[in-house]
Nanobody, 126 residues
Framework: QLQLVESGGGLVQPGGSLRLSCTAS????????IGWFRQTPGRRQQGVSC????????RYGDDVKGRFFISRDDAGNTVYLQMNNLRPDDTGVYSC???????????????????WGPGTQVTVSS
């Protein structure tokens, strides 16, 4: 069974940057769309970003457009989320997930994502 693991979270000051990584055991991450989602206190789960399978096309949630960037390494083993100009309301648990689709057609909805990592905490505070 596919297991996803996130890393790269931590504490950062407003305006700072972090890069999250999503890796898989016993599989690569280039055949299906991969998404990043976040759970923030008091809010519903939000879709942050999605990258197409076998492609570099991507989608972003409205709150992060122009600040966050998703990418996949050449080997297809890792999906990154580069987060710039972080704000306190970006604080939350960030999880990556694999879709059962090759595209991000229904993103930011999470219904097509069926394999999830445990998440990594991102805290933006001064």
């Amino acid at each position: 069974q596919l297991q996803l693991v996130e890393s790269g979270g931590g504490l950062v000051q407003p305006g700072g940057s972090l890069r999250l990584s999503c890796t898989a055991s016993r599989a690569t991450l280039d055949d299906n769309a991969i998404g990043w989602f976040r759970q923030t206190p008091g809010r519903r789960q939000q879709g942050v970003s999605c990258i197409f399978g076998r492609d570099s096309r991507s989608r972003y949630g409205d709150d992060v457009k122009g600040r966050f960037f998703i990418s996949r390494d050449d080997a297809g083993n890792t999906v990154y989320l580069q987060m710039n100009n972080l704000r306190p309301d970006d604080t939350g648990v960030y999880s990556c997930a694999r879709s059962n689709r090759i595209d991000c057609r229904y993103f930011p909805a999470a219904g097509d994502f069926n394999s999830w990592g445990p998440g990594t905490q991102v805290t933006v505070s001064s």
